[in-house]
């Protein structure tokens, strides 16, 4: 929901109308956690979040991150730098604190200085914020900053087509320290919701138009075939299989899709409803991702 910034960095347009409606469904369909970041639209999705949910802050959980101001720059996380990114988060969301801060995709090496983590905890013991957690670029550096920094919370890619999480070990790391797992990209950048065919063209400024067309393909084949693998109960899409496959696995805590109308919001719901996959169908999506890479290399 926050909409176009400079470069391929987006998913395209939005319209803020739509969004608030988006996050009001939410919050009536029972959902309360809702990740975003200072540099989602430069401020404008932590404004919408901020907007919407003012009468009801009680009612919801709200994840932010701190380390980018823009998508073009280099990130900081120095402690300054990291206390300045969460106060201007707090006046955009109207809030005098965040429920989770994460650091946005730092590199294990950005974390072992002893003054990252201390400034982390000593906004928990200010009550800027419950709980510190990370945002890992992948599920290998989140693995290596499970054993060297134990975070309340990890923040990592998990889909039908990306379970590094899972082969990596790091899911039952988790599970053995009590980090919460928070799997984001569920439907592999839309291309699990099976929507996308050959003629698919993405709207200027949506991110996916840079990925190599040899990936873009690789995904959209590879969607339908992890997709057949799974039952799909009577009435429901492919979309909630994703979201489903995310919830079957006992380290996560919580799963973010994305929303942009309240027709989504539904959909997403619809998948917490239908509860986790059979162990059958997430024992056939580890099995094809072990003998097929859906990842293109150069």
Partial sequence: I??????????GA????????????????????????????????????????KNARDRVVIATK?????????????PDAIVRSCEQSLGRLQTDHVDLLQLHNPSPEAIRRDDVIAALERMVRQGKTRA?????????????????????????????????AVASGLLDAACETGTGII??????????SGSFGPETVFAPGDHRNGWPPAQIEAWRVGADRVLASVPH????????????FCLSFQAVST?????????????????????ALPQSAVDAVLALNRTHSFFVRD
């Fill in 233 to 244: 109960p009577a009435g429901s899409t492919a979309t909630q299989a994703a979201l489903r």
């Fill in 132 to 164: 510190w957690g990370l945002s890992m670029r992948s599920p290998t550096d989140a693995l290596v900053s499970l054993n060297e920094t134990k975070p309340p919370v990890l923040q990592v890619n998990l889909n039908m087509m990306d379970v590094r």
């Fill in 183 to 192: 799997a984001r990209t569920p439907l592999c950048f839309g291309f699990l």
């Fill in 255 to 275: 799963v973010i899709p994305g929303m942009l109308t309240p027709d989504e919001v539904d959909e997403n719901v619809g998948a917490s409803e239908l509860g």
């Fill in 14 to 53: 939005t319209d803020d109308k739509v969004s608030l409606a988006a996050l009001g469904r939410a919050l009536d369909r029972g959902v309360n956690f809702f990740d975003t970041s200072s540099v989602y639209g430069y401020g404008r999705s932590e404004q919408l979040i901020g907007q919407a949910f």
């Fill in 66 to 78: 701190a380390g980018f101001t823009r998508w073009d720059d280099e990130p900081d996380f120095s």
């Fill in 2 to 11: 926050g909409g176009t910034t400079d470069g391929l960095t987006s998913y």
